[in-house]
């Protein structure tokens, strides 16, 4: 099949000004379509970088014999960004070239591995007017809010698993038989516990009356002189150190104060995604999918932006990295399998969502994957992951909700 350009070459008569990011000091060169390049300009992330910025491009149009320009450059995270919503209050046309694309391409230019600010604004430029870009879009509205939140919420996730892990630590060492009492350290009940009587000592020190009594509150009624016997029990039988308890005790109780305001934290942000998720058009069309979550679907408009910008679902497939790729050769012929050059959280999240749709309409395809062609239940879910974004999408395109007979297929489909 063949390939298809990202976008239509650059018009030749169009300028192209290559920029390299970075945090303090970005780099610019014009490059004209015949070769010829502009001495390279430095400017700050500043306003008045920026028009100089525009500066330098009406003059290299003027010296190159050029009719106007357009500026590329690479996604480099949140450097750049500011200098994108500026050139799009400008109506500047900006393109975005992936770092991958110019990481290979730099041996092309002058032939060595050389590697500067110049060369790798030059090589930007080069890629941008083969048609090796795409138009640079920028989240805005609801879709902006959702993105910043959204990362937000996989930095909170991530902490909350370190003190989680930090509090296993400690817990393990003092009292570890209380593991085996709540099915996960960080329920309500189990954290009581731990605020409470954190050592098999402070158990003992109760009545099993009063321990009880207080197990019944702390836990809304569901637990009480059972489970309460039960801890004494573990705490009498305990093989837990008494070494340094009270450096423990300190410990789990400063992680249990962290743990808190980070699940508090976790709250705000993801009541904030969800008041976001409200304002798309088309957010209640997506809810309609069984078992799509609120947060799971304010995280994938956060990471892909507003759907209505991919005219195919193959677009938002390729962004997820979920194209398939392979590598024959001669008589070897490579086996099949993702990219994984598109946004990693983004297939995390497809991942989850997959697993939990696919016990609803996307069933009978994981099935089949599995169970008709002996295929691991890992592949079946990538694939999942790929029908999702399908359905997702043509929901968004032809706004209509989620309808079970229409998005069930009766043949395999295929694959991602």
């Keep these: 099949m063949r390939r298809t350009r990202p976008c239509p070459p650059i018009n030749p008569d169009t300028l192209v000004i290559g920029i390299d990011i970075a945090k303090e000091?970005?780099?610019?060169?014009?490059?004209?379509?015949?070769?010829?390049?502009a001495k390279p300009h430095r400017f700050s992330p500043t306003r008045s970088g920026f028009e100089s910025l525009v500066h330098y491009a009406r003059d290299s149009v003027k010296r190159l014999g050029a009719t106007g320009f357009v500026v590329a450059m690479e996604p480099t995270g949140h450097y750049a960004e500011t200098l994108v919503r500026w050139l799009a209050?400008?109506?500047?046309?900006t393109y975005s070239v992936q770092p991958l694309h110019t990481n290979r391409a730099k041996t092309l230019l002058d032939g060595s591995s050389r590697k500067t600010d110049p060369k790798d604004a030059e090589v930007v430029a080069m890629l941008c007017r083969q048609g090796l870009a795409r138009p640079y879009r920028v989240p805005t509205g609801p879709f902006a809010v959702l993105r910043v939140a959204s990362h937000q919420r996989q930095q909170l996730v991530k902490r909350r698993c370190q003190v989680v892990n930090r509090l296993h630590r400690h817990v393990d060492v003092v009292f570890p038989e209380l593991r085996g009492l709540f099915s996960k350290i960080e329920s309500r009940t189990s954290l009581w516990v731990l605020r409470t009587m954190p050592a098999p000592t402070d158990v003992l020190a109760w009545t099993l009356e009063d321990l009880s009594e207080a197990l019944h509150k702390a836990s809304r009624g569901q637990l009480g002189t059972e489970r309460a016997q039960q801890l004494v029990d573990a705490a009498s039988s305990s093989v837990g150190v008494t070494e340094a308890l009270a450096a423990h005790r300190l410990a789990i109780r400063?992680?249990?104060v962290e743990l808190e305001r980070v699940l508090g934290q976790l709250a705000e942000v993801e009541g904030q995604m969800e008041a976001a998720l409200a304002q798309v058009p088309?957010?209640?069309?997506?809810?309609?999918?069984?078992?799509?979550?609120?947060?799971?679907?304010?995280?994938?408009?956060g990471e892909f932006g507003d759907f209505r910008n991919f005219k195919v679902a193959k677009q938002l497939i390729s962004m997820a990295g979920l194209s398939l790729v392979e590598s024959s050769s001669g008589q070897h012929q490579g086996h099949h399998h993702i990219g994984?050059?598109?946004?990693?959280?983004?297939?995390?999240?497809?991942?989850?969502?997959a697993l939990r749709v696919g016990w609803g309409f996307l069933a009978e395809p994981r099935r089949?994957?599995?169970e008709d062609r002996k295929g691991s239940a890992t592949k079946a879910a990538v694939a999942n992951m790929a029908r999702l974004l399908r359905v997702m999408h043509a929901i968004v395109r032809d706004s209509r909700p989620f309808d079970s007979a229409r998005f069930t297929p009766t043949t395999e489909p295929l694959a991602a």
Aim: proline share 3%; net charge positive; aromatic share 6%.
């Design 25 to 37: 000091t970005h780099v610019a060169v014009a490059l004209a379509a015949d070769g010829r390049s």
């Design 89 to 93: 209050e400008k109506a500047v046309p």
């Design 254 to 256: 400063q992680l249990l």
């Design 282 to 301: 088309y957010a209640a069309l997506l809810r309609s999918i069984p078992r799509l979550g609120k947060v799971t679907t304010a995280t994938l408009l």
């Design 340 to 353: 994984r050059n598109g946004r990693a959280y983004a297939r995390q999240i497809l991942y989850l969502a």
């Design 368 to 370: 089949r994957k599995v």
